[in-house]
């Protein structure tokens, strides 16, 4: 006798209705956000910006670089000036003049070191050529020498220079120049001559910017010391600090 054959109809109904609808759960419906598997990669971040860059120094004392406006305060100490004073105003762009006051014991001539000479002057400074890395510049530093050697001996000095100097990591400016320390010596002592000097003297500068209104200056020239007496060896050998007010 045959036995029927019972199916849990249920059970079979639920198994077919969920096959049917594992396709559609597997693909969103509008509007769904993707699966997380499909959402691209984000681009990458852009670079953080660079430090800005800094500028070339916007003076310098040794070369060209007077500055637009303000001013400049300056003290050097070696061979011949101990110490020497000087104050440097812009009176436009590219010009500035100012006074200088100093103890004088060589005027650049080492075989008279340890003279006794007080000097004043008026330096002008121009500019003749500046860029972010160049610096070019002349001064002329007219003025007064008195001497107290030997009786009393009234000196009229024009100072000429021209260096140029080249910019270095923002802060250092490395160059050279000319400097003709020209100087007529009058004495007041009988038996005495007038004495015309032009020292031609050659060599570098360095000016290292500590902050940016704070530089150290090192100046450095030799050459013939050439007077209507004698000619012998010239030294200028001058180190300092100049401060932008």
């Known amino acids: 006798m045959l036995r029927a054959v019972r199916t849990p109809l249920p059970s079979l109904a639920l198994l077919l209705l ?6 559609a759960l597997a ?37 060209g670089g007077v500055p637009t406006s303000g001013a400049i305060a300056q003290l050097e100490a070696g061979f011949s000036g101990l110490p020497r004073a000087a104050y440097h ?6 010009f500035s003049v100012g006074g200088l006051v100093g103890f004088d014991y060589g005027l650049w001539r080492p075989s008279r070191t340890f003279g006794k000479n007080l000097v004043f002057a008026a330096p002008m400074r121009w500019t003749i050529f500046r860029d972010q890395a160049w610096s070019v510049g002349a001064r002329v530093d007219p003025g007064l020498a008195f001497g107290f050697e ?8 024009a100072n000429l220079q021209a260096t140029a100097g080249y910019a ?6 490395l160059g050279g120049g000319l400097e003709l320390p020209i100087l007529l010596a009058i004495p007041t002592k009988s038996g005495r001559s007038t004495v015309f000097a032009v020292p031609v003297l050659v060599g570098p ?18 050459g013939p010391h050439i007077a209507t007496d004698d000619v012998r060896w010239g030294l200028k050998l001058m180190a300092g600090v100049a401060y932008r007010l």
């Not at 030997?150 to 000095?157: H, K, R, V, W």
């Not at 270095?168 to 400016?173: C, D, F, K, M, W």
């Not at 360095?206 to 902050?211: D, G, I, N, Q, Y």
Request: proline content about 12%; glycine content about 6%.
């Open 150 to 157: 030997g009786g009393f001996t009234l000196g009229l000095m």
């Open 205 to 222: 500068v360095a000016e290292f910017h500590l902050t940016p209104p704070l530089a150290i200056t090192m100046d450095v020239k030799v």
């Open 168 to 173: 270095l990591e923002n802060r250092i400016i």
């Open 27 to 63: 693909q969103p419906a509008d509007g769904d956000a993707p699966a997380p598997s499909e959402v691209s990669a984000p681009e990458s971040e852009a670079p953080a910006p660079s430090e800005p860059v800094v500028q070339s120094v916007s003076w310098d004392i040794t070369a």
């Open 89 to 94: 105003y812009s009176l436009r762009r590219g």
């Open 18 to 23: 969920t096959a049917s609808a594992a396709p």
